[in-house]
C-alpha cells in the first residue's frame, strides 16, 4: 500500500517511509491511499473474535503487501497481549475498555504495536533507530513500555519544558 501527505495527494511513500520518517516534508500527516474493507463474514461475526484476531485481521488487510504473513502475525502477537473488554452500559451503551495494557493507557496498543513495526523495518539497517518522547503525561510511560526490549531501538524521554 502506498501513503501519501494530507496537504499532497500526488506524493507517494512506502509503508516503510512513512513510518520511519514520521511526518510528510509538508508538515501533513501521512494517510493511507485507500482503507481497505473488511469482508461482511468477518463484520457480522466480530463477536466471535478475540481482541487478536480482530487485530490480525485488521493488520493483514493493511500491511500484506508490505509485510510477510509471518510478520503481520508477530507483531499482532506480540504486541495485543491484554484486552479491551467491552461493557455493556444498558441496551444501546458500550464502552471499550482500553485501560488494561501495561500502563492504563490506551496509548499501550499503538506503543507496542508501532515498537514492533518498527523493529522489523530496521532490522537490516546498521544504526539504532531513536525515538524521542516530549511528554508530561501518559504518553512517555506507553512508549517506554511499548518499546521496552525491542530490539534496534532506543527510546529518550524528555518531560522538562523551559518556555515561558
Known amino acids: 500500500?502506498?501513503?501519501?501527505?494530507?496537504?499532497?495527494k500526488s506524493?507517494?511513500?512506502?509503508?516503510?517511509d512513512a513510518v520511519l520518517?514520521?511526518?510528510?516534508?509538508?508538515n501533513g500527516l501521512f494517510v493511507p491511499e485507500y482503507?481497505?474493507?473488511l469482508s461482511q463474514d468477518f463484520l457480522n461475526g466480530l463477536e466471535n473474535f478475540s481482541l487478536g484476531d480482530i487485530a490480525l485481521e485488521i493488520s493483514r488487510n493493511f500491511f500484506t503487501?508490505?509485510?510477510?504473513?509471518?510478520?503481520?502475525?508477530e507483531i499482532v502477537e506480540k504486541s495485543i497481549t491484554f484486552d479491551a473488554p467491552?461493557?455493556?452500559?444498558?441496551?444501546k451503551i458500550f464502552t471499550?475498555?482500553?485501560?488494561?495494557?501495561?500502563?492504563l493507557a490506551f496509548k499501550d496498543f499503538g506503543a507496542r504495536f508501532m515498537a514492533r513495526l518498527m523493529s522489523y523495518l530496521v532490522?537490516?539497517?546498521?544504526r539504532k533507530l531513536s525515538i524521542l518522547v516530549a511528554t508530561s503525561g501518559d504518553t512517555g510511560s506507553a512508549v517506554a513500555s511499548g518499546f521496552l526490549g525491542v530490539e534496534g531501538i532506543e527510546v529518550i524521554i524528555g518531560t522538562e519544558y523551559y518556555g515561558s
Not at 1 to 8: E, G, L, P, Q
Not at 11 to 16: D, H, R, T, W
Not at 96 to 103: A, D, N, V
Open 1 to 8: 500500500m502506498r501513503y501519501y501527505s494530507t496537504k499532497n
Open 11 to 16: 506524493v507517494f511513500y512506502s509503508l516503510q
Open 21 to 26: 520518517k514520521g511526518l510528510p516534508d509538508d
Open 35 to 37: 482503507i481497505p474493507s
Open 65 to 73: 503487501d508490505d509485510l510477510p504473513a509471518m510478520i503481520i502475525d
Open 86 to 91: 467491552l461493557r455493556k452500559l444498558d441496551d
Open 96 to 103: 471499550l475498555e482500553l485501560f488494561h495494557g501495561p500502563t
Open 123 to 126: 532490522r537490516n539497517e546498521n
